[in-house]
């Protein structure tokens, strides 16, 4: 199956397919689409980026705070809802 893009260098994201013989094939080619690798074909060059752990220590206890509310909040949610559907099938 032939991918085609605009140029060659586009990310695997501008690329798209065309049956062999078909007229989006033959519309892609006439308007100037070159065919490319497929998607995921060529391997991508990434490099390494160090990421410094982070800590409860880091974060401010306000924050802390205010993600162990929506936790409580959110058990008590999942709870009623729970109870709400007990019994029913």
């Known amino acids: 199956m032939p991918w085609y893009a605009q140029r060659a260098d586009l990310p695997d994201t501008h690329k798209q397919w065309a049956d062999p013989g078909s007229q989006h094939e033959a ?43 929506n936790m409580d909040e959110f058990a008590a949610e999942l709870a009623a809802a729970r109870d709400s559907t007990r019994g029913k099938a």
């Open 27 to 69: 519309v892609l080619g006439h308007i100037g689409y070159v065919e490319v690798p497929a998607p995921g074909a060529e391997p991508v060059e990434v490099e390494p980026v160090e990421v410094p752990p982070v800590t409860l220590d880091d974060v401010p206890a306000e924050a802390v705070a205010q993600l162990a509310a």
